[in-house]
């Protein structure tokens, strides 16, 4: 006499991993979650099912891992030149932990420095002490942290920048 599997059941928790939705059974080693938002910290949880021998689903432990989803992205709005500087502005994301701005002059950003700005509600960055007359590629992301941990979304397009003597 054999015993198999028969199935899945998953579930899936709400962006901030507390209410567990109600659960789904699946024949394949698979299933995608939709609808899920930017930025959040679900848990996921797994068991299998077999039928016993009246018919009725019996049910393994449960298997959970928690998987936070990368923050929405944002994109510059404009990168402005000044003397020896330049201000970066960009488009606000709410439930972000901060944003990151990239600069470089090399368009492949080899050797890019990083500035962080921390806080959702900030929009904008002065970046100073630059060589004059450079042209300066940027780009930004946005980043949540999430149990002590930065999650980054991916990076915007990138806008050049020439620098005034």
């Not at 936070?68 to 960009?90: E, G, I, N, Q, R």
């Not at 509600?121 to 042209?135: F, I, N, P, R």
């Not at 780009?139 to 003597?165: D, E, L, P």
């Amino acid at each position: 006499m054999g015993i198999w599997i028969e199935g899945y059941q998953v579930q899936c928790t709400n962006a901030a991993g507390k209410k567990w939705a109600a659960a789904k059974l699946t024949a394949a080693n698979k299933y995608v979650f939709t609808g899920l938002g930017a930025g959040g910290n679900y848990k996921f949880r797994v068991r299998f099912y077999m039928r016993d021998q009246n018919g009725k689903a019996q049910f393994g432990k449960w298997t959970t891992i928690s998987v936070p989803t990368l923050p929405k992205a944002t994109k510059l709005s404009s990168v402005a030149s000044a003397k020896k500087a330049f201000t970066a502005k960009w488009a606000k994301v709410s439930g972000v932990t901060g944003y990151q701005i990239q600069y470089s002059t090399n368009a492949k950003y080899t050797g890019a420095k990083v500035k962080a700005v921390k806080g959702a509600a900030k929009y904008s960055l002065a970046v100073k002490g630059l060589k004059g007359g450079a042209k300066y590629y940027v780009r930004i992301r946005t980043f949540k942290t999430i149990g002590g941990k930065n999650h980054f979304s991916a990076w915007s397009a990138s806008k050049a920048v020439t620098k005034k003597k």
